[in-house]
Each structure stands twice: as structure tokens, then as C-alpha cells.
Nanobody, 115 residues
Framework: QVQLVESGGGLVQPGGSLRLSCAIS????????MAWYRQAPGKERELVAG???????IYADSLKGRFTISRDNVKNTLYLQMNSLKPDDTAVYYC?????????WGKGALVTVSS
């Protein structure tokens, strides 16, 4: 059974940085999308960044230039580098992998941006 485990969340001051990791428990074939989503309190889950068919990357317009998504195929891990963090970035961040038939989710990592 595929498991996605996020790590790297925590409390950070405004302007700080964090790197989230998503460890993938096994090789997954037929990946269409690897992505990070987030859900802030009282809001719907939204796409943060994604790698589409292993090649192109997409970002939420409001996050371009501050967040970077990447993958390490050797470590089978997905990353999200977050810079210049703002209080509005406070949310639970979820790792997501989608194939043609399956949609896998991690349990989330809490990121709190506060002074």
C-alpha cells in the first residue's frame, strides 16, 4: 500500500524559510502529477505547486517566485522549498500523487508562520 509521509513543517517567523519533504513508500508507475496542496483554517484545499508528467511545473499564481517544488528520484521524495513566508501561508500542507487510476494523499504537515 502506497504511503506518503510529509515532514519539515513547524513554526517559522515571517520572512523565514522551510523545506517540506514527502517520502514515498514505494515506486509508483504511471504518475501523472506530483503536487503539494494546502488547506488553511476555514478555507478549501488549494493547489500550491505541481510537477506534471514528470516534466513541467505549475504554481499557484500568488506563490510564484517564493515556493519551489522538486523531486529526488533516488530518494523517492518530493520537496517543497518555501521562502519569504507570510502569515497567510499558515496551513496544513499535503503531498499528492495522481496516476490515471489512483489519487494518493499524505496526512499533512502543519506550517505556522507567526512572530
Amino acid at each position: 500500500q502506497v504511503q506518503l509521509v510529509e515532514s519539515g513543517g513547524g513554526l517559522v517567523q515571517p520572512g523565514g524559510s522551510l523545506r517540506l519533504s514527502c517520502a514515498i513508500s514505494q515506486i509508483i508507475f504511471g504518475i501523472k502529477r506530483m503536487a503539494w496542496y494546502r488547506q488553511a483554517p476555514g478555507k478549501e484545499r488549494e493547489l500550491v505547486a505541481g510537477i506534471i508528467t514528470g516534466i513541467s511545473t505549475i504554481y499557484a499564481d500568488s506563490l510564484k517566485g517564493r515556493f519551489t517544488i522538486s523531486r529526488d528520484n533516488v530518494k523517492n521524495t518530493l520537496y517543497l522549498q518555501m521562502n519569504s513566508l507570510k502569515p497567510d501561508d499558515t496551513a496544513v500542507y499535503y503531498c499528492n500523487i495522481a496516476t490515471g487510476a489512483m489519487n494518493y494523499w499524505g496526512k499533512g504537515a502543519l506550517v505556522t508562520v507567526s512572530s
